[in-house]
């Protein structure tokens, strides 16, 4: 009888040379040999009449065709490992979750707490997937991304976790220096660093503590709020950031918080989802623990 689609040795094969980006280390996670990945591919190649990868060098890369195939069939395998993982569990909220997080939020807020979540479900597995870009939708093997105030995007749920409560932070060595900041008049002279995606941040401080909005635009921009906020503890100047970020270095005294209330920003990190996972019991355990966690850990301004 003719088969209509490739074998599931050959996709496997596939599937784990476009993630590993090579042959030899698609063998070795698959514990196959380079040949036996490389008869694989062949008989994909063959089944489909195109081909799905070409030379680089001394290693490959897909084709175009080969990796529209790939983004297509990777959903769902992973529904398929998923699946079997669940099956093999026993049911219940068992699976495996994979996530896209921006850097900074997920070593400095998420992963501090997960061991709380594999106490309570221990037959979840999480797995993390390469930040997205700020305007790409979500790819079909990524369940949820955690994005920093996220673009509006067709068919996906935004929930507010943490990070709108901003506050201005430096190193105890700038503040004991000689000009000290006593009141947010002072920061006037200091140079302020920014996160090129908290734009409103600064002029919306100075606002709220009657500073003209001119002393605040200019300073050093940084894509990152883990590299901002290294910035400020090296002492090369102040930084406005998300108190969730810092928490840490607040409570070692590694930085400080010189003078002012904290402002909330209409910005923050997101969970962002397609409604249809959900129907997963291990997704619908995850999102629910982390919002309440975030629910938990936000301060009166949130």
Same mark, same amino acid.
């Given at each position: ?18 993630r ?32 799905v990868? #070409? ?33 093999? *569990?026993? =049911? ?15 070593? #400095? ?9 594999? #106490? ?21 093997? /990524?369940d ?11 068919g996906?749920? *935004? +929930?507010?976790i943490?990070?709108? +409560? ?13 000009? @000290? ?9 200091h ?15 100075? =606002?709220?503590h009657g !500073? ?10 940084? *894509? ?6 290294? *910035?400020a ?10 108190? /969730?970020?810092v928490?840490? +270095? ?5 930085? @400080? !918080? ?15 989802? #397609?409604?249809? @996972? ?14 309440d ?10």
């Amino acid at each position: 009888m003719k088969r209509d689609c490739p074998t599931i040795q050959e996709l496997l094969a596939f599937d784990a040379v476009a993630r590993h980006e090579g042959l030899t280390r698609a063998a070795e996670a698959l514990c196959l040999t380079v040949s036996a990945v490389s008869k694989q591919i062949a008989g994909l190649e063959a089944f489909l009449g195109v081909p799905v990868l #070409r030379k680089q060098g001394r290693g490959v890369q897909l084709t175009p065709q080969g990796r529209a195939y790939w983004q297509k069939i990777a959903g769902p395998l992973r529904a398929l490992e998923a699946a079997s993982f669940e099956a093999r *569990a026993g =049911g219940g909220d068992a699976g495996v979750v994979t996530l896209a997080s921006v850097p900074t939020f997920l070593t #400095r807020w998420l992963i501090p707490r997960l061991p709380a979540f594999s #106490r309570r479900h221990p037959q979840v597995t999480l797995g993390f997937s390469r930040h997205l870009a700020p305007t790409e939708n979500l790819p079909p093997q /990524v369940d949820a991304a955690i994005r920093y105030s996220p673009a509006e995007l067709p068919g996906v749920v *935004a +929930e507010y976790i943490a990070g709108r +409560e901003f506050v201005p932070v430096a190193s105890p060595a700038l503040l004991e220096g000689p000009h @000290r900041i006593h009141t947010p008049a002072d920061l006037l002279g200091h140079t302020l660093l920014h996160h090129e995606e908290a734009a409103t941040a600064w002029p919306r401080w100075a =606002g709220q503590h009657g !500073v003209a909005e001119s002393w605040v635009a200019a300073g050093p921009r940084f *894509a990152q709020y883990s590299a901002l906020i290294q *910035a400020a503890r090296s002492g090369l100047g102040l930084a406005l950031v998300p108190r /969730v970020l810092v928490e840490d +270095e607040l409570a070692e005294g590694t930085l @400080r !918080v010189p003078c002012g209330e904290p402002v909330v920003v209409e910005q923050g990190h997101y969970l962002c989802y #397609r409604p249809d @996972r959900m129907h997963l019991p291990a997704f619908a355990a995850f999102r629910a623990w982390l919002l309440d966690e975030a629910t938990r850990s936000r301060g009166p301004l949130g």
